[in-house]
Structure formats: structure tokens, C-alpha cells
């Protein structure tokens, strides 16, 4: 590793990804919702809020997998680094997945979990440019009182794919991030269309 790639992360590590790690919790209890993770720096590739979600949620014990837009030496070095997470080339090995959004057409290759162990499942975080811009669709489920309308500009294929692996409890949780703000999408929400079909 070349210490001239290494960028700087929380400038106060605890406490920062204490909070980091509340703010994806809160983003995972009431999907829809935008929380922003102000603390965070940003990284060559990388968005304040997903190098945030990076560092707050890897260690030595969450191998990554990374899109070929984020495989650059600055992300690897970085957080392997600051986070110790193992970066693997094999996307049934990774528990997390860094994502941008031509990465989204398909989720084939990713863990869902098993009904036996639906915690094992890949959690996938997707860099957008956005998080609003996109088609209007209802999201229902646990934390959302009646429903919330959300506008994130990712393909028609990710919500295909994302329906096809979802048999609850198995399922994969995603974080969309752009800037500083963060959605969360966990695998207990319903995607509805307006005309009321899941998407």
C-alpha cells in the first residue's frame, strides 16, 4: 500500500462513526427517509455520505465487493486502511457491495441469505448522483406510516432484480447515497407502482 493514497477519514473516529452507524440504522427504520451524514469526508470516487457508510459499517469482518468504477487504488487503499475490510473479486463472498448506478441490472451474483441465516445476506451500497429525479414510487412496509413516495433515479431492472431476491426473511438491504444524504431500503419494504403492481 502506498501511503501517498491514503486520504484522510473521521476526525474523530469513534464518536463519528457512532454516528454514522445511527444515521444507516435510522435510514434502515424509517425507509424513505433522508439522513445525512455531516461528518463525513469525502474520498477520490466516493460521496461524504458513502465513504461515511464505508467507514462506519466495514471492518476486518465485512469483505467488500467493489463495481469497476470504485476498484481504484485510492478506494482500496483507503479503506482497507481506515476500515481493515477485505476486498474480495468473488460478489457471493462479500457481505457488502459498492454499487453506482449502471451497476444495477444485475443482483445475480449477491448473497440473499438463507432462511436459516437471512442476516447473511449482502448489503448493497449505491452511489446515485441524486437521490431525487426519478420515477414517483410508493414505498410501504415497517416504519412507513401509510406510504412514501420516493423519486430515486435508478433503472427499472434494479427493482425487477431486487423483487425477484426478495422472499422475506431473505432479501438484500440497500443504502442509496448521494452528497452527504442517505436512504435506506430494507428488504422488508414493498416498492409499489401507482397503479398498485410491485414493481
Not at 485510492?74 to 473479486?89: D, E, M, Q, S, W
Amino acid at each position: 500500500m502506498h501511503a501517498q493514497l491514503l486520504q484522510p477519514a473521521f476526525n474523530d473516529p469513534v464518536l463519528d462513526a457512532q454516528r454514522g452507524f445511527r444515521a444507516a440504522l435510522k435510514a434502515l427504520a424509517g425507509p424513505g427517509s433522508i439522513q445525512s451524514l455531516h461528518a463525513s469526508p469525502s474520498l477520490d470516487g466516493l460521496a461524504p455520505a458513502t465513504y461515511g457508510l464505508c467507514l462506519a459499517l466495514l471492518d476486518a469482518d465485512t469483505p467488500l465487493w467493489l463495481a469497476p468504477s470504485f476498484d481504484t487504488p485510492v478506494i482500496r487503499a483507503n479503506l482497507a486502511f481506515h476500515c481493515g475490510c477485505p476486498i474480495t473479486a468473488n460478489q457471493k463472498d462479500a457481505r457488502f457491495a459498492l454499487l453506482a448506478a449502471d451497476d444495477l441490472t444485475d443482483l445475480s451474483g449477491f448473497d440473499h441469505g438463507n432462511d436459516r441465516y437471512p442476516d447473511q445476506s449482502c448489503t448493497l451500497l449505491v452511489q446515485l448522483p441524486d437521490l431525487g429525479g426519478g420515477a414517483g414510487l410508493a414505498w410501504r412496509g415497517p416504519g412507513i406510516e401509510a406510504e412514501h413516495c420516493v423519486t430515486l433515479p435508478v433503472v427499472d431492472e434494479f427493482w425487477r432484480e431486487r423483487e425477484q431476491r426478495n422472499g422475506f426473511p431473505r432479501g438484500l438491504d440497500v443504502f442509496f447515497s448521494a452528497g452527504h444524504d442517505v436512504i435506506g431500503l430494507p428488504r422488508s419494504t414493498r416498492v409499489i407502482r401507482t397503479h398498485q403492481e410491485p414493481v
